[in-house]
């Protein structure tokens, strides 16, 4: 198991749409235990492949509070098949846009349709955290980010602010990963 590094805004990667997972095999495993100790030491409650930078449609999620016994979930090909008429809005952040966070609307309720490591389908009803989380994770699979979803005034803000950010630390690889060495 490997800690990956996280892609970052404005690294267009975010903006691919992955592809389906049509082979359930030990790479597939390999990769979700990868997500999952990546989001574990971020912290995160939710992960999409293409944020370590492999554009397949997988998700994990941990929405047990911090200090209770973890609870990991598995999403592959994850689908909306039904959303609810309400709204509701929460304060959304992403690892891949660090330490930024503000309100978004979604809907309320979602019916997902998924598949699990062996390849069986199922379907969940999610509300609260978890349907604000999955379709925060779906968008993710689709090229889409929460700075999508509000105003473009705070979005072209932050979008910039990571731009300079990123001229400032240079292209990714160029500099060690221990400013010691
Ligand atoms: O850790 C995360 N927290 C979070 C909070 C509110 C709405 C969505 C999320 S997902 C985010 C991790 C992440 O970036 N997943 O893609
Ligand atoms: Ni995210």
Do not use: W
């Amino acid at each position: 198991m490997t800690i990956r590094p996280l892609v970052i805004l404005p690294d267009n990667q975010l903006r691919l749409r992955s592809k389906p997972v049509e082979t359930f095999d030990r790479a597939l495993e390999k990769l979700v235990e990868d997500m999952f100790e990546t989001m574990y030491d971020a912290p995160g409650i939710g992960l999409a492949a293409i944020q370590i930078g492999v554009p397949l449609r997988v998700v994990t999620m941990d929405l047990a509070p911090k200090d209770e016994p973890r609870e990991p979930r598995i999403f592959v090909n994850p689908e909306i098949v039904s959303r609810s008429e309400a709204f509701a809005c929460y304060e959304e952040g992403c690892l891949s846009i660090p330490d930024y966070y503000e309100d978004v609307e979604r809907p309320d309720r979602v019916r997902v349709a998924y598949q699990d490591m062996k390849g069986a389908r199922h379907e969940l009803d999610a509300d609260g955290l978890m349907a604000t989380c999955i379709q925060h994770e779906i968008d993710h699979l689709n090229g889409v980010l929460f700075i999508d979803h509000i105003s473009k005034l705070k979005r072209d803000r932050v979008v910039k602010k990571f731009v300079k950010q990123a001229r400032r630390d240079g292209p990714a690889g160029a500099k060690p990963q221990h400013e010691a060495l």
